[in-house]
């Protein structure tokens, strides 16, 4: 572990999070997933912890060795969510089975080394949230979705439909 970049991480990671911390209470709950993933985004940019040695027979097909960097990152930053949420909100974190699949580890590894804000967005879908993929680093309220919705409607297909 690099002490350095771990340093970094956390002066980057408190610098994002007051940024944008929100003016409303009632924002917080939503806040707290965001923060979480703007620390998984410092994590997977700065890289402060290198594997140094993996078992031989390490099963590349579970994704704490695909990418065991990536997935001490992940766990930390899941754990401190959902024990914030759980302390502070009475909020349970659901995580989704995405966060065993080696495919959807394969896609975050390549997609966060070419864009390391897509973190944020890729913990909440590992949190079993909605992940917002366009822009990811913006934090956006559950009031900013509600009013978007009222422009946008959703297209339902029917399985009937030909």
Do not use: H
Request: with cysteine.
């Amino acid at each position: 572990m690099d002490k350095n970049k771990l340093a970094q991480v956390f002066t980057e990671w408190l610098k994002a999070f007051e940024a944008q911390k929100p003016q409303r209470d009632d924002d917080n709950p939503a806040y707290v997933g965001f923060a979480a993933g703007l620390m998984l985004r410092a994590l997977v940019k700065l890289k402060p912890v290198t594997l140094s040695n993996q078992p031989k027979d390490a099963d590349k097909s579970n994704p704490a060795y695909f990418w065991p960097e990536g997935y001490l990152y992940v766990a930390f930053c899941l754990n401190v969510r959902g024990l914030v949420l759980e302390a502070d909100f009475q909020t349970e974190q659901k995580p989704s089975d995405v966060l065993n699949e080696t495919r959807t580890w394969w896609s975050f590894r390549e997609t966060v080394n070419e864009d390391p804000s897509l973190a944020i967005a890729f913990l909440d879908l590992f949190a079993g949230d909605e992940p917002e993929w366009t822009a990811p680093q913006l934090f956006r309220t559950g009031r900013v979705r509600e009013l978007a919705g009222r422009f946008y409607k959703k297209e339902v297909i029917s399985s009937d439909a030909g």
